[in-house]
């Protein structure tokens, strides 16, 4: 089992940058992918980056690649999401969440352990 607690969010103005964590409880993180996913109000749940347990590999999505970093520090069960450049089109509440695919797991039904979400708004 595995207990995702996100941190990080905030308001930014445009152009500035937020470093999102998300810790993770439970000896098994380091063999789960973890990924990110974002909500804005009234849309779907979308992809945002993941790290794969083997190899690190990372994957990310179009519309943040060249402008988000994650990375993951398995000594401290933590993964991060480094935003740069952010857009007011970031603004939305992000989601970690862990994944036991070995693969590149993009959709939200791949995942089986949640956080409670993180507020990001990038004012224009």
């Known amino acids: 089992q595995v207990q995702l607690v996100e941190s990080g969010g905030g308001l930014v103005q445009a152009g500035g940058s937020l470093r999102l964590s998300c810790a993770a409880s439970g000896r098994t993180f380091r063999s789960y992918t973890m990924g990110w996913f974002r909500q804005a109000p009234g849309k779907e749940r979308d992809f945002v980056a993941l790290i794969r347990w083997y190899g690190n590999n990372t994957y990310y999505a179009d519309s943040v690649k060249g402008r988000f970093t994650i990375s993951r520090d398995n000594a401290k069960n933590t993964v991060y999401l480094q935003m740069n450049s952010l857009k007011p089109e970031d603004t939305a509440v992000y989601y970690c969440?862990?994944?036991?695919?070995?693969?590149?797991?993009?959709?939200?039904?791949?995942?089986?352990?949640w956080g409670q979400g993180t507020q990001v708004t990038v004012s224009s």
């Open positions: 969440a862990a994944s036991p695919s070995s693969w590149y797991p993009i959709r939200t039904n791949e995942y089986d352990h």
